[in-house]
C-alpha cells in the first residue's frame, strides 16, 4: 500500500534553533498534505494544509512565521519549527492526499523534543 | 472548528469484555474514519463510514454511522489486549477535505 515518510523520526534540538521535518509519499503524488500536532495523552491537531505549489493555510492560533512549510513538489512537503523552545516539544504527524484517488495515508510521526 | 467528542475518554476492561465507544459531534460530516494508533506511531485507517445508517464490521470491531451523519461508534467484541491502543474518530466535512480529529479514547485490555 501506499507509503508516507517522514524524517527525521526523533530529533532533540537546544532552545533556540531551527529543526526541518520532511515528509514525503513514497509511491504517490500529494498535491495535498496535512501537518498535525500530538501533545502526549492528546489526539491529533490540526496545524496547517500544505498545497503543492501554493502557500500553506494554517489553522487558527498556528503562527505560520514559526511554523513554516513548503510543498515544493508532489511528493515532498517540509515543515520547519523555527527558534524552538521547549514548548514546541511535541509529535509531528504529517499526512498526504493522493491527487488521483483522493485516499489519505499518515506517516509514522516525528518526535520533537527542545531542551 | 468542528468538535468530534469522543467517549469515554479512557476505557480499561478486562480481556473477553465487550466495550463501545463513541464518537459525537453536532456537525454533519460527509464521511467518518475511525484509525487507531499506537505510542510513537501514527494513526492507522480502521475503516471509513459513508452513508448514514451506515454499518460496517471488521472482525471483531463493528463500527456504525448516525442517521444524520453527526455520530458514529465503535463496539468491539470480546476484547483482547492487542485491541490496546488510542482509538480516533476522524471528520470531513462537506466540500473541505480537512480532516478533524476526535479527543480520542484510550483503550486498555487487561489480560
Known amino acids: 500500500g501506499a507509503v508516507v515518510s517522514q524524517h527525521p523520526s526523533r530529533v532533540i534540538c537546544k532552545s533556540g534553533t531551527s529543526v526541518k521535518i520532511e515528509c514525503r509519499s513514497l509511491d504517490f503524488q500529494a498535491t495535498t498534505m496535512f501537518w498535525y500536532r500530538q501533545f502526549p495523552k492528546q489526539s491529533l491537531m490540526l496545524m496547517a494544509t500544505?498545497?503543492?505549489?501554493?502557500?500553506?493555510?494554517?489553522e487558527q492560533g498556528v503562527e505560520k512565521d514559526k511554523f513554516l512549510i513548503n510543498h515544493a513538489s508532489l511528493t515532498l512537503s517540509t515543515l520547519t519549527v523555527t527558534s524552538a523552545h521547549p514548548e514546541d516539544s511535541s509529535f509531528y504527524i504529517c499526512?498526504?492526499?493522493?491527487?488521483?484517488?483522493?485516499?489519505?495515508?499518515f506517516g509514522e510521526g516525528s518526535r520533537l523534543t527542545v531542551l | 472548528t468542528q468538535l468530534l467528542e469522543q467517549s469515554p475518554q479512557f476505557l480499561s476492561i478486562q480481556e473477553g469484555e465487550n466495550l463501545t465507544v463513541y464518537c459525537n459531534s453536532s456537525s454533519v460530516f460527509s464521511s467518518l474514519q475511525w484509525y487507531r494508533q499506537e505510542p510513537g506511531e501514527g494513526p492507522v485507517l480502521l475503516v471509513t463510514?459513508?452513508?448514514?445508517?451506515e454499518v460496517k464490521k471488521l472482525k471483531r470491531l463493528t463500527f456504525q454511522f448516525g442517521d444524520a451523519r453527526k455520530d458514529s461508534s465503535l463496539h468491539i467484541t470480546a476484547a483482547q489486549p492487542g485491541d490496546t491502543g488510542l482509538y480516533l474518530c476522524?471528520?470531513?466535512?462537506?466540500?473541505?477535505?480537512?480532516?478533524?480529529f476526535g479527543t480520542g479514547t484510550r483503550l486498555t485490555i487487561i489480560p
Open positions: 499526512s498526504a492526499r493522493d491527487r488521483f484517488t483522493g485516499e489519505l495515508f
Open positions: 476522524a471528520g470531513g466535512p462537506f466540500g473541505n477535505e480537512k480532516l478533524t
Open positions: 463510514v459513508v452513508t448514514g445508517g
Open positions: 500544505s498545497n503543492e505549489g501554493s502557500k500553506a493555510t494554517y
